[in-house]
């Protein structure tokens, strides 16, 4: 079974800076996808960033990029410049096909509670 | 464009009774997965369904239960109510099984 890992229950960032969330996981297979999405207070789960990791080029979205370590089983997640509208907890994902049928499920890890101060 | 929506937003049961959540996905995707979230927790995976077909079930008793029906919409049902079975439930869809999927806002059930 797929285990994901966030070792940082909660982080804190002052407004406009750089921050990194870190994330871990465990698998044997070769492909796969990576996901962080965020959860603010309203719950709503919202996809921040997508990695294939066939590709070896990291994702990017706007103020958003992951640094992708296949081989270190590492999928972290910088936010720059960031804004108080980023306070939320981030949950890194792991999804594969499951069983050699069309099951893909999300593995999430704990979450990182982020909090951006004016 | 309508995103996800769950039906209702909150619930509150008692122990032993049944209930059911409902679930509208983003028109157009055909995969509908629900979720369990425990507070402080991140989801668990507990069904996928692909063009009204079960293709995936976490590790849920069977009190547990799920079907979709021809619109692509979805409900959950869970018989038998335990205390622990409070949470937040997230449905979410995707037009095609890889890419990321689209949660709902989810819907609150608390159990007394």
């Known amino acids: 079974a797929q285990t994901v890992t966030q070792s940082q229950p909660e982080m804190s960032v002052q407004e406009a800076e750089t921050v990194t969330l870190s994330c871990t996981y465990d698998?044997?297979?070769?492909?796969?996808?990576l996901f962080w999405y965020k959860q603010p207070p309203s719950r709503q789960m919202i996809l921040v960033i997508r990695q294939e990791a066939y590709k070896q080029q990291n994702a990017t979205e706007n103020r958003f990029s992951v640094n992708f370590q296949k081989a270190a089983k590492s999928f972290s997640l910088k936010i720059s410049d960031s804004q108080l509208g980023d306070t939320a907890m981030y949950f890194c994902a792991f999804m594969k096909r499951e069983g050699g049928g069309s099951n893909y499920k999300l593995t999430f890890g704990k979450g990182t509670l982020l909090t951006v101060n004016p | 464009d309508a995103g996800v929506t769950q039906s209702p937003t909150h619930l509150i049961k008692t122990r032993g009774q049944h209930v059911t959540l409902r679930c509208s996905p983003i028109?157009?995707?055909?995969?509908v997965s629900w979720y369990q979230q425990v507070l402080g927790q991140g989801p668990q995976f507990i069904f996928q369904y692909y063009e009204k077909e079960e293709r995936g079930r976490g590790n849920f008793p069977d009190r547990f239960s799920a079907r979709q029906f021809p619109n692509y919409s979805s409900e959950l049902n869970v018989n038998a109510l335990l205390l622990g079975d409070s949470a937040l439930y997230l449905c979410a869809s995707s037009p095609i099984r890889t890419d990321g999927y689209t949660f709902g806002s989810g819907t609150r059930l608390t159990v007394v």
């Open positions: 698998t044997s297979e070769n492909n796969y996808y």
């Open positions: 028109s157009g995707h055909k995969s």
